[in-house]
């Protein structure tokens, strides 16, 4: 999969988790690995900033500025 900027990546991945959500964690880890040619140490950051995207989109968090 092509992208150009690291939110192009963090969009690109959260969306191809949400279209395979009947999968385990650790399959979805493996397969998004796979198609977006990443490594451990980036998923876990990806997951780090998706989580914190979803904690300020719930109401939970202040902004980011």
Avoid: C, P
């Avoid at 690291?6 to 690995?33: Q, W």
């Avoid at 796979?34 to 876990?44: N, P």
């Avoid at 914190?52 to 939970?60: A, C, P, R």
């Amino acid at each position: 999969m092509k992208y150009q900027t690291y939110d192009e990546l963090i969009k690109m991945v959260a969306e191809f988790r949400s279209e395979h959500r009947n999968l385990t964690d650790d399959e979805l880890d493996k397969l998004v690995k796979h198609t977006f040619k990443i490594d451990q140490a980036t998923l876990r950051e990806l997951e780090g900033v998706s989580d914190l995207i979803q904690y300020i989109e719930d109401g939970k968090g202040t902004k980011l500025v």
